[in-house]
C-alpha cells in the first residue's frame, strides 16, 4: 500500500489561510480530511468522491474550507481560509474510505471511520493563534 503523506501544516494568526496536501491519496471512491485533538474523538471536516464529483464539508468549515482532488499527482488538497483558533488541532487524510462517509450522515459519525478503515496519513499540525 503507498504511504499517505500529509504536509502543509503551521501556525497562523486568525483569518490566515493555509492549504494542506496529501500525497499518495490515488484515485479512490471516497477520500477525506479529518481532525482530531489527542483524547477526543476524530472529526470530518470535508470528504469527496471524484467519480461522482461531490464533496461534503463539516458545518463548522463551510465556506471556509475547499476540499480538492489532482488525479494526475495522486493528491488531495484542503484550502482552508478565514482560519479560526478552534480549527487548531491535528489534520489527518484519508483515502479508501467507505462510500457511505462520503456523505452528510457519514462524515458526522466517527464510528464509520475508524483507523482500521481505510488508508491513513500521519496527521499534520495546525495551530491558529487569536
Known amino acids: 500500500q503507498v504511504r499517505l503523506v500529509e504536509s502543509g501544516g503551521g501556525s497562523v494568526q486568525a483569518g490566515g489561510s493555509l492549504r494542506l496536501s496529501c500525497a499518495g491519496s490515488?484515485?479512490?471512491?471516497?477520500m477525506g480530511w479529518f481532525r482530531q485533538i489527542p483524547g477526543e474523538a476524530r472529526e470530518g471536516v470535508a470528504t469527496i468522491n471524484p467519480r461522482r464529483g461531490s464533496t461534503v464539508y463539516a458545518d463548522s468549515v463551510k465556506g471556509r474550507f475547499t476540499i480538492s482532488q489532482d488525479n494526475a499527482s495522486h493528491t488531495l488538497y484542503l484550502q482552508m481560509e478565514n482560519l479560526k483558533p478552534e480549527d487548531s488541532d491535528m489534520y489527518y487524510c484519508?483515502?479508501?474510505?467507505?462510500?457511505?462517509?462520503?456523505?452528510?450522515?457519514?462524515?458526522?459519525?466517527?464510528?464509520?471511520?475508524?483507523?482500521?478503515?481505510?488508508?491513513w496519513g500521519q496527521g499534520t499540525q495546525v495551530t491558529v493563534a487569536s
Open positions: 484519508a483515502a479508501e474510505l467507505p462510500l457511505v462517509v462520503c456523505t452528510a450522515a457519514g462524515i458526522g459519525t466517527p464510528d464509520w471511520y475508524p483507523p482500521g478503515v481505510g488508508r
Open positions: 490515488g484515485y479512490t471512491d471516497c
